[in-house]
């Protein structure tokens, strides 16, 4: 099943259309894939077994990942070779200003799915790549994949400017492909959700990344994902503000568990 880049919604000459968004540059596709290939999609992804619960602690619940897509079927294949590809690759440079490239091991990606009551706090994410020390991360590329989904299903994906407090609310409907920059300022994540029972919130993960062009620029990156919780009370926001430290503590002595998933 071929995939080029001619059949997606994402097309060169965006640039303004994704640095001029709020809270923070981003950009919505709608319609990412031709609807064939998206439903075939969804047959593969229902079909997976190959799937672990994630590690983000209390900060998420119910919440499973395989970044393997290659394993997964013919259509996610296609997909993952998308992505992947030189001719994607410069078309999300040219839309950033800056030569950015997709992770090939999908690290803390690939396919993504939220069961019963599942939530994710907000967050920002790793700014350096645990593997490849001299990536800087710069995009989160999300496709969801929600079929029929309904505003009381819940699970938007829910923004907040760390600086600014500005907030966004995006519909994580079928075949949307949102793409956003990911700094130490944008925070995301979503509310417990209400699907209807033995469906799960649903998407598909990639990050792009730069190479750093000189030591500066890894100064002050983020080496572990942040948490800003907006529920759970002050227990939760104590446990949130040490996190960090615990597992950079646990990094520096065992190594990240994300970067030994494959």
Known sequence: MELNLSQT??????????????????????????????????VEIAGNTEI???????????????????????????????????????VLSDMYGRELFVDPDFVGGGLHRGGEGSFLDMHVDFGQHPRNKRWIRELNLLLYLNVDWQPEYGGHLQLRHKDTGETAAIEPIFNRMVLMQTKAHTFHGYNPISFPSGTYRTS??????????????????????????????????????????????????????TAKKK
Not at 13 to 42: H, I
Not at 219 to 225: A, Q
């Open 52 to 90: 672990r619960k994630s590690n983000d602690y209390i900060f998420a619940r119910n919440k499973f990942e395989n970044p393997s897509l290659q394993h997964i079927g013919p259509a996610a294949v296609s997909l993952r070779e998308l992505l992947l590809s030189i001719e994607f690759a410069e």
């Open 204 to 257: 598909i993960a990639a990050y792009a990344y730069s190479q750093a062009k000189d030591d500066k620029e890894l100064d002050n990156l983020l080496t572990t994902t942040q948490w800003a919780p907006d529920t759970g009370g002050p227990l939760k926001i104590a446990v949130a503000a040490v996190t960090p430290g615990l597992v950079a503590l646990k990094q520096r002595f065992f190594g990240s568990s």
């Open 9 to 42: 919604s994402l097309k060169r000459a965006q640039r303004n259309e994704f640095w001029s968004a709020n809270p923070f540059p981003l950009l919505v596709l709608d319609n990412f894939l031709p609807l064939e290939l998206a439903n075939q999609l969804l």
